[in-house]
């Protein structure tokens, strides 16, 4: 079975312009987060979608936003883009929403987008 | 609010050689779950263990072998007899609800390990 998959896997933009970034989860997977990494730190959680809702916000400026779609791929938008938004963004899927002592909800990351902002 | 620290920025090891990754946690909720991934050069996140808050049992899969101590808030990774494949970023996690019910992961800084041959 496939993986996460996310496209595109480099970009490259100027400031003030705006970029959408996307991911498919894994098949059955209806829970969609993403996440930011800057160079050199740990991901920072950025949105958390299930079942197409918002269920989780990290804080993030309202520059970023994100949606989900019926077959639970998604899109992460940023607009008015900076300097300080060039990092790897990595999507994770998950078949639940919030794990038990029972079930697992082990979250499976994308191999990330590298976006650099010049 | 949730954090992880690893206090480790950077270890290098030789190839055989036991290896120990150390993460400290602090939460506030009684119920939390811990993880451990792996950040090879290619950028993929890689999954090696989740454990939950009731569950002190230490873990073994393999060379891999993690110390959960409750008492010192520490979740600590060992692979013994390291290889050069293991050389990769390696990140501690922490699970922690969001207000919309979701479970998101705090993040230490991770600890870049090199194995050298």
């Known amino acids: 079975d496939a993986g996460v998959t996310q496209s595109p896997t480099h970009l490259i933009k100027t400031r003030g312009q705006h970029v959408t970034l996307r991911c498919s989860p894994i098949?059955?997977?209806?829970?969609v987060s993403w996440y930011q990494q800057v160079l050199g730190q740990g991901p920072q959680f950025i949105f958390q979608y299930y079942e197409k809702e918002e269920r989780g916000r990290g804080n993030f400026p309202d520059r970023f936003s994100a949606r989900q779609f019926p077959n639970y791929s998604s899109e992460l938008n940023v607009n008015a883009l900076l300097l300080g938004d060039s990092a790897l963004y990595l999507c994770?899927?998950?078949?639940?929403?919030?794990?038990?002592?029972?079930?697992?909800?082990?979250?499976?990351f994308g191999p990330g987008t590298r976006l650099t902002v010049l | 609010a949730q954090k992880v620290t690893q206090a480790q920025t950077e270890i290098s090891v030789v190839e055989k050689e036991d290896v120990t990754l150390d993460c400290v946690y602090e939460t506030r909720d009684t119920t939390y779950y811990l993880f451990w991934y792996k950040q090879p050069p290619s950028g993929e996140l890689v999954f090696l263990i989740r454990r939950n808050s009731f569950d002190e049992q230490n873990e073994i899969s393999g060379r891999y072998s993690w110390n959960f101590q409750k008492s010192t808030s520490s979740f600590n990774f060992t692979i013994t007899a390291s290889q050069v494949v293991d050389s990769a970023v390696y990140f501690c996690?922490?699970?922690?609800?969001?207000?919309?019910?979701?479970?998101?992961?705090?993040f230490g800084k991770g600890t870049k390990l090199t194995v050298n041959p």
């Open positions: 996690a922490l699970s922690e609800l969001t207000q919309g019910g979701s479970e998101k992961l705090v």
């Open positions: 098949s059955g997977h209806k829970s």
């Open positions: 994770a899927s998950s078949s639940i929403l919030t794990g038990d002592s029972k079930t697992h909800n082990e979250q499976f």
